[in-house]
T-cell receptor, first 117, second 110 residues
Framework: DTGVSQDPRHKITKRGQNVTFRCDPISEHNRLYWYRQTLGQGPEFLTYFQNEAQLEKSRLLSDRFSAERPKGSFSTLEIQRTEQGDSAMYLC???????????????FGPGTRLTVL | SQQGEEDPQALSIQEGENATMNCSYKTSINNLQWYRQNSGRGLVHLILIRSNEREKHSGRLRVTLDTSKKSSSLLITASRAADTASYFCATDRRGGKLIFGQGTELSVKP
């Protein structure tokens, strides 16, 4: 059973550059979530998808951020014109569709650590 | 903004002792989950307790939920050095997104 995978695991970029992260969820999971975590804090919700539809976006997700899940499988998170404040761990999680018993659990990937210089 | 608040922020115990972490939250929830995170890594799901449940066990873990007080506790019995990690509670309102607390950093000394 393969879990949630994320690529790359680490990314160092210069301020102003664009970066893109990829998340591959557990194959039968319909829901996919993105979170951001800064040092010493808990993860903060960014956005989530039900299949290919983006259902909710946090106000943390400025217009420099865009997320896609084009075929309802993997997802990408792009940050344009990166700023030093974007430095964080970006976590992806997936879960089966809500409504089925015991399926609220979200399974997290290892994260992508972004450092903006 | 964070919904949950964990208490204490840091906890240091000896191997074999029990560790208790508390979580408070602000609004009504569908369920509450506890996660563990080892340094710099992803989160591992530990246990989920639904709003109509009061207590749940999984191995050395015991979780309680008091919806009237909007609080939960996680008890780890007979702790091991490998339990050293950060522990987060996360609440889930209908819709699926999780709202995390700031976490409790647990250190278990051998």
């Amino acid at each position: 059973d393969t879990g949630v995978s994320q690529d790359p695991r680490h990314k160092i970029t210069k301020r102003g550059q664009n970066v893109t992260f990829r998340c591959d969820p557990i194959s039968e999971h319909n829901r996919l979530y993105w979170y951001r975590q800064t040092l010493g804090q808990g993860p903060e919700f960014l956005t989530y998808f039900q299949n290919e539809a983006q259902l909710e976006k946090s106000r943390l997700l400025s217009d420099r951020f865009s997320a896609e899940r084009p075929k309802g499988s993997f997802s990408t998170l792009e940050i344009q014109r990166t700023e030093q404040g974007d430095s964080a761990m970006y976590l992806c999680a997936s879960s089966p569709t809500l409504g089925l018993a015991g399926t609220d659990t979200q399974y997290f990937g290892p994260g992508t650590r972004l450092t903006v210089l | 903004s964070q919904q949950g608040e964990e208490d204490p922020q840091a906890l240091s115990i000896q191997e074999g002792e029990n560790a208790t972490m508390n979580c408070s939250y602000k609004t009504s929830i569908n369920n509450l989950q506890w996660y563990r995170q080892n340094s710099g890594r992803g989160l591992v799901h530990l246990i989920l307790i639904r709003s109509n449940e009061r207590e749940k066990h999984s191995g050395r873990l015991r979780v309680t939920l008091d919806t009237s007080k909007k609080s939960s506790s996680l008890l780890i019995t007979a702790s091991r050095a490998a339990d050293t990690a950060s522990y987060f509670c996360a609440t889930d309102r209908r819709g699926g997104k999780l709202i995390f607390g700031q976490g409790t950093e647990l250190s278990v000394k051998p």
